[in-house]
DNA sequence: CTGATGACGAGCG
DNA sequence: CCGCTCGCCATCA
């Protein structure tokens, strides 16, 4: 099978750093990919040089459970990368800033930046400390 | 070949 | 934060 988008998804999978993370949809921007899913797909048949376990999804967080979620979570955490009690990470500190040049070399597109003053999911419970007592 | 599913993401309520 | 729908890629029954 001469999927050219999960090669494309495989090669940007193995020039993520060890001690970085991305997300499933930042490699499917950058593969001009519009359905997240078969990036999943693609990290669920990937052979054993890519690592898989540096990537996670948008909110920062193991999208998988079990025994192969677990040992995600290991091997990040053996690369140096954090969690927090919600069980997420810090894109400031350890998401993956792909080189613009590189990118562009290999054919790539340009993916949106992957963190922003706030993390997704609009609301987050981390930060109630804004809303006081109801009286 | 058709239909269902999945390691996802954004939008809505 | 949770739950649901749609988007539209690959694999399996």
């Known amino acids: 099978m001469t999927n050219d988008l999960f090669e494309k998804i495989y090669a940007l999978a193995r020039a993520i750093p060890s001690g970085k993370v991305t997300t499933y949809g930042q490699l499917g921007a950058m593969v001009g990919l519009s359905d997240m899913r078969a990036v999943g797909d693609a990290m669920n048949a990937c052979p054993p040089d890519v690592p898989w376990q540096r990537v996670i999804n948008a909110r920062g967080t193991i999208s998988i459970g079990g025994a192969n979620g677990a040992r995600q979570r290991i091997l990040l955490e053996q690369e140096g990368v954090e969690f927090d009690e919600n069980g997420r990470v810090d894109f400031g500190a350890v998401g993956w800033k792909p080189d613009a040049d ?18 997704k999911t609009k609301n987050q419970a981390g930060d109630a400390g804004g809303q006081m007592s109801l009286f």
């Open 102 to 119: 590189w990118l562009a070399t290999n054919g790539y597109k340009q993916p949106p930046p992957l963190v922003k003053e706030k993390n």
